[in-house]
Every structure is written in structure tokens, then in C-alpha cells.
């Protein structure tokens, strides 16, 4: 019996022989790895180029010292990201990014404090970075397994 959730399907061969052709590619990992993490590595040099306006976005939520929570926030995603990206520490890198995502949902994704348009909008954004999350943990685990099966 094939448990839900498990990577046995591509390893069994029930996918598309083009799909398993084109997953064994080495650059294809690593392109999925660089346009997950792109978001958090873009809004982190944006965040360290701009830092009163990263500061300024940090206090309009409510986090406080605005300050600090935007060099935490510049850290995390720049640090994740790169983590990420080079195939290493993609625990503590995604985990990161995770820990940060979902900060990011309670605070400005707080659909049930909204009514209207705002709360079907922050809604939508709610569930996009829940998405985002289990992305990431996705990624934990294929590293993982690839690290698994190479030692």
C-alpha cells in the first residue's frame, strides 16, 4: 500500500517517462530550490537597501522595536534563502523561512479581525503562505532524502 504523501510514486516509475526524465536533471532542483526561496531573498536585500522603509513596514504591523524585527526579517530570508539555494543546513534555512512565514500570516494576514474585500484578500494571503510553509518543509524533507540516499 503507497502511503499518502510519500515520494513512492516518482521512485516507482508512475510518472510520465518525460516528467521523470526531466525531474532527474541536476539543474532542475536547483532552479526549483532558487524560485522558492526567490521572494524571501529579493524582499531581504530590498528589506537591507531600504532599511527605514523595512523598519517603518515592521512598526505598522505592531512589531516592536521596528527596528530589530527588520534586521531579524533581513537576516532570516537572506540567510534562509542562501541556505536553500546551496543545498545545505536546508533545515535550519527553511525552517527559518517558515518560522518567519508564519509570523508574517498572524500579523498581517489577520483575516479574522476583517470584514469585506480586506478579509477575502487576507484570506487568500493567509492560505498562500500556508502554502508557502509546506513548500519549504517539502523541500526539508527531498534534501533530506537525497542526502539519505547519497550517504
Known amino acids: 500500500m503507497r502511503m499518502l504523501g510519500s515520494l513512492e510514486p516518482l521512485r516507482a516509475g508512475n510518472s510520465p517517462s518525460w516528467v521523470a526524465a526531466l525531474l532527474r536533471q541536476p539543474w532542475v532542483m536547483a532552479l526549483v530550490r532558487v524560485c522558492l ?3 524571501y531573498l529579493i524582499g531581504g536585500i530590498t ?4 532599511f527605514d522603509a523595512a523598519v517603518a513596514e515592521q512598526t505598522h504591523f505592531g512589531l516592536h522595536p521596528g527596528w530589530l524585527w527588520a534586521a531579524l526579517a533581513i537576516f532570516v530570508e537572506i540567510a534562509g534563502s542562501l541556505c536553500a539555494i546551496f543545498n545545505t543546513f536546508v ?10 512565514t508564519f509570523v508574517a500570516m498572524l500579523v498581517a494576514n489577520d483575516f479574522w ?24 518543509v517539502m523541500l526539508t524533507y527531498l534534501s533530506s ?4 540516499s547519497r550517504g
Request: glycine share 14%.
Open 145 to 148: 532524502s537525497e542526502q539519505r
Open 47 to 50: 528589506k537591507l537597501v531600504h
Open 91 to 100: 533545515w535550519l534555512g527553511a525552517g527559518g523561512l517558515a518560522a518567519l
Open 113 to 136: 479581525h476583517l470584514q469585506g474585500t480586506a478579509r477575502f484578500i487576507a484570506l487568500n494571503g493567509f492560505f498562500e503562505h500556508l502554502g508557502l510553509i509546506a513548500a519549504l
Open 37 to 39: 526561496v526567490s521572494a
